[in-house]
């Protein structure tokens, strides 16, 4: 939550700065603002607002000239989205930004308030610069840093200026995300690789507590006890282009319509010679044979790719799995040891309460890996496996591609976990592959109805409420559908196992209210077909997906969206997804909403 960057070398570090605001503007979008030394001073434009608010006001006021500098996109925690709770914040002699939460600002506060200092705004972050500014009696920016660094409580990602030294950059973090991007004589700190990946595809990870220095075309690197440490320079695999929206009005469908290649590239990742294989990430078959139990720990949609991977493994593995919340997970003190393996699940690799989930699940000794799409993320490098998916840049704050490689990648998983455990052989887990292989053409072929997904959001545009029903894999599906549709709509929308509603939400059921119906499953289509006709006869409007060919009785069905696949039953998921992903979409265009930007939302939710 909150993108940071900051820029110093030869070029007009406002452009450079809101250039790399906007690739971050998913991260938070209620304020902005930037600070850039011109002329020996700190010169700073910051405003309540989107970054379109922040663009006007430069245009209105000039932007600052000069090449060094620091911004900030921001998603308010503490204190609401209004210019003075904007950052960049300066007290004393210090001007800093922040993505994260300063859990004991309170008491700081006033502490700080007793030594004389005034605050201007309601937010934690203020108190950091007064702490820098308080920790700078000596006039030594390491050292007001490393005393600084020491009393705060939380998770921080700080860009700071010091107004003594002109053209310097000072950046350090602790649990939450910071990258130095290494470019030509130029630096630049951000959130997300994206932000500078028009510049320079070389980047250096800090670690927590680690200090940066820029200054001068050079960067120096320092532990929290000010010593220098040397760090390694890692490629971005990431191109410029697969961060931009190469020509589609959002992000969201852009991130849609790249499904069939990012699946394609995911499981050619981790297919070798026919059957899957995680050997490269240290999720060998013994590891598999020794594990008793699994946990799924995650949020969101993350968390809904978890409930598809407990009906894989569990149906064929025959290992049984609990999904939990991770927010849950972190305080309920589970039942987990060391024959146990905990799925941590995230696109973005940083949020607060999986990455919390991993750290407990390592200390009651379980095994744990993780499923992420950004490379080297605080939860990549914490897990003791990782398996990275090949989203690339997922921009849009509802998740889409990245669920997608997700259950691909946890399909392949429940496949080699059976085979290693006995419960299939060879031949089968090769069928198996070869099936799930089939998901890039699935999904290409539900991506040709984008009409037909236009024409059922045209039929949801003015509804108050919605259900998704569902049985077994459909039923885990339901729920992501749901969520995606009530994220980016503002429709209230929940999802139920369709054999559920009858036990107290069918009383919601009357005249008109839709009721999407995914049905694929054969095994359960005769239950599903009568629970549809159970709202059906309440007056429901009723949506199905299902399988090309599926028959309903007369009036079962309102909207009938085919899905046509090769794809088995327990696989169609990965492409069923596409068409709630469409429906989705173009409800919240016909709504007026923007949907890579829906309202409280944030990508990357690093607080808890
Ligand atoms: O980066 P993560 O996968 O850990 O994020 C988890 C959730 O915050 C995320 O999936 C969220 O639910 C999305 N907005 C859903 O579209």
Same mark, same amino acid.
């Given at each position: ?22 690739? =971050? ?77 300063? &859990? ?21 972050? &203020? ?15 390491? /050292?007001?840093?490393?005393? !600084? ?105 852009? &991130? ?27 999720? !060998? ?30 149906? =064929? ?69 990782? +398996? ?54 699935? +999904? ?15 039929? =949801? ?38 054999? &559920? =509603?009858?036990?107290?939400? +069918? ?19 005769? /239950? ?81």
């Amino acid at each position: 939550m909150c993108g940071i960057v900051g820029y110093i070398g030869k070029r007009d570090c406002s452009d450079v700065l809101m250039d790399g605001l906007e690739k =971050l503007e998913y991260r938070g979008y209620d304020s902005a603002g930037i600070a850039v030394f011109e002329n020996g001073s700190i010169k700073t434009v910051k405003t309540r607002g989107k970054l379109a608010c922040m663009k006007a006001k430069l245009d209105n006021e000039g932007k600052p000239l000069g090449c060094c500098g620091i911004g900030h996109t921001r998603w308010a925690t503490h204190g609401e989205p209004s210019d003075i709770n904007s950052h960049p914040h300066s007290n004393g002699r210090v001007t800093i930004v922040h993505n994260g939460i300063i &859990e004991n600002y309170a008491e700081l506060k006033d502490f700080l308030k007793e030594k004389g200092y005034v605050f201007l705004s309601q937010t934690d972050s &203020e108190v950091v610069a007064c702490l820098l500014d308080y920790y700078y009696s000596e006039r030594n920016p390491l /050292k007001a840093i490393t005393e !600084t660094v020491k009393e705060l409580r939380g998770s921080f990602a700080l860009g700071i200026l010091f107004k003594d030294f002109p053209d310097r950059i000072y950046a350090v973090r602790k649990a939450s995300p910071l990258i130095v991007g290494k470019g030509d004589g130029e630096f630049f700190i951000a959130s997300d690789i994206p932000a500078f990946l028009k510049y320079t595809k070389e980047y250096i990870l800090l670690d927590d507590d680690e200090i940066v220095c820029m200054e001068n075309g050079k960067a120096q690197f320092f532990n929290v006890h000010g010593i220098e440490v040397s760090k390694e320079v890692h490629t971005a695999e990431w191109d410029v282009e697969q961060a931009q929206k190469q020509g589609f009005p959002h992000y969201m469908l852009k &991130e849609i319509h790249e499904q069939p290649d990012v699946a394609d590239k995911t499981l050619k990742a981790v297919i070798k010679n026919g059957v899957p294989d995680f050997s490269d990430a240290g999720f !060998t078959d013994d590891i598999m044979r020794s594990i008793k139990k699994v946990f799924v720990v995650a949020c969101g949609t993350s968390m809904h790719a978890g409930i598809i991977a407990r009906y894989a493994v569990e149906k =064929l593995a025959r290992i049984p799995v609990t999904v939990e919340t991770a927010s849950e997970f972190r305080y309920m003190d589970p039942i987990v040891g060391k024959d146990d393996l905990v799925i941590l699940i995230s696109q973005s690799g940083e949020t607060a309460d999986t990455k919390a989930g991993l750290e407990l699940a390592k200390e009651k000794g379980a095994k744990t890996l993780a499923i992420v799409n950004v490379k080297y993320s605080a939860i990549a490098r914490a897990a003791d496996m990782c +398996i990275n998916t090949l989203a690339g840049p997922e921009i849009a704050v509802a998740s889409t591609k990245a669920y997608t490689v997700q259950i691909a990648v946890l399909y392949l998983i429940a496949f080699r976990m059976a085979f290693a455990n006995g419960n299939i052989t060879e031949e089968e887990l090769k069928a198996l592959t070869k099936e799930i292989e089939k998901a890039p053409d699935a +999904i290409r072929n539900i991506l040709k109805k984008e009409d037909e997904c236009r024409f059922i959001a045209s039929r =949801l545009v003015n509804v108050e409420k919605l259900f998704f029903i569902g049985r077994g894999f459909d039923y885990a599906l339901s729920l992501e559908g749901s969520l995606k549709l009530k994220e980016i709509t503002y429709i209230h929308s929940d999802a139920y196992a369709a054999g &559920e =509603l009858k036990h107290g939400t +069918i009383s919601l059921i009357e005249e008109g209210v839709p009721v999407i119906t995914i049905a694929t499953q054969e095994s359960v289509l005769p /239950k599903t077909i009568s629970n549809m006709e159970e709202v059906k006869a309440r007056g429901a409007t009723v949506i199905a997906l299902a399988r090309k060919g599926t028959k309903f009785a007369e009036n079962t069905v309102d909207i009938l969206f085919e899905i046509d696949t090769e794809l088995p039953d327990m696989l169609t998921p990965l492409a069923t997804v596409c068409g709630l992903q469409l429906i989705a979409y173009y409800t919240s265009v016909l709504r007026g909403i923007d949907p890579d930007k829906p309202r409280n939302l944030a990508k990357s939710v690093t607080t808890e």
